[in-house]
């Protein structure tokens, strides 16, 4: 499994640990990683992503899955979560 948010594609960046004497060694700066259960109401059915607590915010804050989804354009978006949008834009049009 991918060190990689499923939404919003934050990923592991690199960088350097500094010490008090200015010595610069590499080292890793992992997401904020966890996996969730997130319902969608226009598909009706749940999906299991593993999310950054940043990209867990985001959801929450515009109201959900669904709508996160349908205002973040596709290039924003990762391979699993671009596929939810289509169906989820697939049952939204033929529904009405």
Request: glycine share 4%; net charge positive.
């Amino acid at each position: 499994m991918s060190r990689r948010c499923a939404l919003t594609e934050k990923a592991v960046q690199t960088g350097h640990k500094v010490s008090h004497s200015n010595v610069k060694t590499k080292r890793k700066f992992l997401p904020n990683l966890h996996n969730v259960t997130l319902i969608s109401d226009v598909l009706s059915r749940s999906v299991r992503l593993r999310v950054s607590a940043a990209g867990l915010r985001s959801v929450e804050h515009s109201g959900g899955l669904d709508a996160w989804l349908i205002k973040t354009s596709v290039s924003e978006l990762s391979a699993p979560a671009a596929k939810l949008k289509r169906e989820i834009e697939k049952k939204m049009t033929t529904a009405h």
